[in-house]
């Protein structure tokens, strides 16, 4: 079983706008409108480093009360198993695959679909037991037993979960692998 991260090729993997002071992020967030990056997209409404904030702490505070042991504030994302959906988001992709086996399982929490819509859906009344839900690997392998693998297609609505993301909180493993994608 592998973790896929997708970026940007000409960025570099595993960046992270929550890893900047908020006025770092705020300039980055309106460069990317500049250059008409597809990711600025999540900010229709100006809303979304803010959004980004509360949902890292849900997200952070939820796998604390799991028993998880983040060894950072915000996480490193990754995607279990490839998906297409991601393909769309960048001009010229690329992506690391690591092996899910490499990472202490106590410093990963994981979402059934993007942790944003599953945070966001419950507020437009999808009350499904996913949603605002932070799961811990053991946990997650049921939630996949009983609803399935997601799979993307064009028409996937953006609230519903099309992926499984896996939220990093060490970066040990993370930079063991951007570092030999960096030297490459």
């Given at each position: 079983?592998f973790?896929?991260h997708?970026?940007?090729?000409e960025?570099g993997?595993f960046?992270?706008i929550?890893?900047?002071?908020?006025?770092?992020?705020?300039?980055l967030?309106?460069?990317?409108?500049?250059?008409?990056?597809?990711?600025?997209?999540?900010?229709?409404?100006?809303?979304?480093?803010?959004?980004?904030?509360?949902?890292?702490?849900?997200?952070?505070?939820t796998?604390?009360?799991k028993?998880?042991?983040?060894?950072?504030?915000?996480?490193?994302?990754?995607?279990?198993?490839?998906t297409?959906?991601c393909k769309?988001?960048y001009?010229?992709i690329?992506h690391?695959?690591?092996?899910l086996?490499e990472?202490?399982?106590d410093?990963?929490?994981?979402?059934?679909?993007?942790?944003?819509?599953?945070?966001?859906?419950?507020?437009?009344?999808?009350?499904?037991?996913?949603?605002?839900n932070?799961y811990?690997n053991?946990?997650?392998?049921?939630?996949i037993?009983?609803?399935?693998?997601?799979?993307?297609?064009?028409?996937?609505?953006?609230?519903q979960?099309?992926?499984?993301e896996?939220?990093?909180?060490d970066d040990?493993?993370?930079?063991?692998?951007?570092?030999?994608y960096?030297n490459?």
């Amino acid at each position: 079983m592998f973790l896929y991260h997708y970026f940007e090729k000409e960025r570099g993997p595993f960046l992270t706008i929550s890893d900047l002071s908020d006025e770092e992020a705020i300039i980055l967030q309106d460069k990317l409108k500049e250059g008409d990056n597809i990711l600025v997209k999540r900010d229709f409404d100006g809303n979304y480093l803010k959004q980004r904030k509360i949902i890292e702490n849900w997200l952070y505070e939820t796998f604390l009360e799991k028993g998880g042991k983040p060894k950072r504030k915000t996480p490193h994302y990754m995607i279990i198993g490839e998906t297409d959906q991601c393909k769309t988001w960048y001009k010229c992709i690329d992506h690391i695959k690591i092996p899910l086996n490499e990472f202490n399982m106590d410093t990963i929490s994981f979402t059934y679909g993007d942790s944003f819509p599953t945070f966001i859906s419950p507020q437009f009344g999808d009350k499904s037991e996913y949603r605002l839900n932070v799961y811990t690997n053991n946990e997650i392998w049921g939630i996949i037993e009983k609803y399935g693998w997601l799979k993307w297609t064009e028409d996937t609505p953006f609230h519903q979960p099309s992926y499984i993301e896996a939220q990093i909180w060490d970066d040990e493993i993370i930079m063991k692998y951007k570092n030999i994608y960096n030297n490459k």
